[in-house]
């Protein structure tokens, strides 16, 4: 997200290198990686833009426990957050980079 740059970075670094360990370990460790949208905590509680799906601790933390116990190499909600997350990298980038130019700053 334009807005947060640095941040957004971090979680893709994060992402790709879950990914890259569930299969080097495949078998031997279970690896998740837990991709939230926004969940109310001290974090969120600064934020001064809208926050769509914004859900309770207690709400993720069964949709993470649901998608541990089933593990999921990628437990990312709500589902319309990921959903359009991963929708944004299948378009055309002029077309990503004027919906991403809209979207709040950090």
Known sequence: ???AA???ASK???KSYG???RGAYWGRVKINVICPGFV???MTEKN???MPFLMTSEKAAKIIAKGLA???GVIAFPFPTAFAMRFLTLLPQALSDA???QSPKK
């Open 1 to 3: 997200m334009p807005g």
């Open 99 to 101: 919906i991403l130019r």
């Open 6 to 8: 640095s941040y957004s």
């Open 12 to 14: 893709v670094a994060v």
């Open 40 to 42: 109310e905590s001290r």
């Open 19 to 21: 990914d890259a360990l």
């Open 48 to 50: 001064r833009f809208p």
């Open 70 to 72: 089933r593990n999921k």
